[in-house]
T-cell receptor
Framework: AQKITQTQPGMFVQEKEAVTLDCTYD???????LFWYKQPSSGEMIFLIY??????QNATEGRYSLNFQKARKSANLVISASQLGDSAMYFC?????????????FGTGTSLTVIP | DSGVTQTPKHLITATGQRVTLRCSPR?????VYWYQQSLDQGLQFLIQ???????AKGNILERFSAQQFPDLHSELNLSSLELGDSALYFC????????????FGEGSRLTVL
């Protein structure tokens, strides 16, 4: 089974509108972390936001928020007030801990295009 | 700046050749991960090292090998290169404990001609 599933290969959003990028995950661990990364056309991987499995509040970082629904195992990224510079590939990821280190799993990504 | 350093940033070579990609993790990070990203593909996990020891293997070809040195820097060796090995190779590091995110280097873009 896939650890991380991103079902939206591509998304379009009007500038200044909000957009939700979907992510579901699969784990039997009690302690895990969920992340979103942005990859612009230049190629670098930029960390956006983190949600710990024990965090009761949804994480927020500026215009980014993570809609964490633990029972549904979903960790959707919400980008508010979209900007042209938000056009990029977005990857959802999960960290599972172990005694020897962390294992990270990535989804296949969602390509977001912001339309002027 | 993530604190993870990868060299070289760009590399062009011919089929059949061998290259080495180098990664210096963030200060204090014990885990190093290597990922391959081919054109229009997601990140394919290759291999993970923790404090000098191999801990997990993903879809890494037998032509590829890696190691992590005592100073925690890591090298990914790619040999008998094929056209399909052209990709962006990322190194990332993490603390190795139960918190924290993965910090990525800027990647090494390999082109095999």
């Amino acid at each position: 089974a896939q650890k991380i599933t991103q079902t939206q290969p591509g998304m379009f959003v009007q500038e200044k509108e909000a957009v939700t990028l979907d992510c579901t995950y699969d784990t039997s661990d009690q302690s895990y972390g969920l992340f979103w990364y942005k990859q612009p056309s230049s190629g670098e991987m930029i960390f956006l936001i983190y949600q710990g499995s024990y965090d009761e509040q949804n994480a927020t970082e500026g215009r980014y928020s993570l809609n964490f629904q633990k029972a549904r195992k979903s960790a959707n990224l919400v980008i508010s007030a979209s900007q042209l510079g938000d056009s990029a590939m977005y990857f959802c990821a999960m960290r599972e801990g172990s005694d020897t280190g962390n294992q990270f799993y990535f989804g296949t990504g969602t390509s977001l295009t912001v339309i002027p | 700046d993530s604190g993870v350093t990868q060299t070289p940033k760009h590399l062009i070579t011919a089929t059949g050749q061998r290259v080495t990609l180098r990664c210096s993790p963030r200060s204090g990070d014990l885990s190093v991960y290597w990922y391959q990203q081919s054109l229009d593909q997601g990140l394919q996990f290759l291999i993970q090292y923790y404090n000098g020891e191999e801990r997990a293997k993903g879809n890494i070809l037998e032509r590829f090998s890696a190691q992590q040195f005592p100073d925690l820097h890591s090298e990914l060796n790619l040999s008998s290169l094929e056209l399909g090995d052209s990709a962006l190779y990322f190194c990332a590091s993490s603390r190795g404990h139960d918190t924290g995110e993965l910090f990525f280097g800027e990647g090494s873009r390999l082109t095999v001609l």
